[in-house]
């Protein structure tokens, strides 16, 4: 079983509808949880962190938590034909207090908005 | 990002020789790391450093190292470069390891013939 696990896509929505992109764990102790988005040729940007049960709003976009079940969310509202990327979930695992911020990353999620 | 460079950005070696990649770093981060991101793997870690000096193996480390003699630079060395090697190298910032999460370079596109 993959640690971090995306659906890789592609997804694809209309402009201006909500985008929904998923991602599970197996480490139940995972601490910290993170979206990033990295266009095509270039390197992943940091667009969201949670890292409490809930909801975690900036702007268009949402992250969700659920520790119980294992599962992070990202919801983008309004997509815009811009935030075609793909978006990567990343975990930082339980290691006893000396994770040294190694993070699992999942495969991604390619993400088309489409005008 | 300003912050952080990689270099070169893009290299074609052959099999066989030693390459070394470069991350510079202006942020004074403790936290530094280098992954491989490949088709079908997602982003992979390579190693890690913790502080200068304080280094240690991630998950694909086998014809790598590392040295970071400061605290602003790291240094990735494969060895002798083989075609399994071909790949994008990042390497990537945190200051805590814990809430803020990274700040990736830019990449360095390695080709081994």
């Known amino acids: 079983q993959k640690e971090v696990e995306q659906n890789s896509g592609p997804l694809s929505v209309p402009e201006g509808a909500i985008a929904s992109l998923n991602c599970t764990y197996s480490?139940?102790?995972?601490?910290?949880f993170f979206w990033y988005r990295q266009y095509s040729g270039k390197s992943p940007e940091l667009i969201m962190s949670?890292?409490?049960?809930g909801d975690k709003e900036d702007g268009r976009f949402t992250a969700q938590l659920n520790k119980a079940s294992q599962y992070v969310s990202l919801l983008i509202r309004d997509s815009q034909p811009s935030d075609s990327a793909t978006y990567l979930c990343?975990?930082?695992?339980?290691?006893?207090?000396?994770?040294?911020?190694?993070?699992?990353f999942g495969q991604g999620t390619i993400l088309t908005v489409h005008p | 990002d300003a912050g952080i460079t990689q270099s070169p950005r893009h290299k074609v070696t052959e099999t066989g020789t030693p390459v070394t990649l470069r991350c510079h770093q202006t942020?004074?981060?403790?936290?530094m790391y280098w992954y491989r991101q490949d088709p079908g793997h997602g982003l992979r870690l390579i190693h890690y450093?913790?502080?200068?000096?304080?280094?240690d193996k991630g998950e694909v480390s086998d014809g790598y190292s590392v040295s970071r003699s400061k605290t602003e630079d790291f240094l990735l060395t494969l060895e002798s470069a083989t075609s399994s090697q071909t790949s994008v190298y990042f390497c990537?910032?945190?200051?805590?390891?814990?809430?803020?999460?990274?700040?990736f370079g830019s990449g360095t596109r390695l080709t081994v013939v």
């Open positions: 990537a910032i945190s200051p805590d390891g814990f809430l803020y999460g990274y700040t």
């Open positions: 480490d139940r102790g995972s601490q910290s």
């Open positions: 949670i890292y409490s049960n």
């Open positions: 990343a975990v930082l695992p339980n290691a006893g207090g000396t994770s040294y911020g190694k993070l699992t």
């Open positions: 942020e004074n981060h403790r936290y």
């Open positions: 450093s913790y502080g200068v000096k304080d280094t």
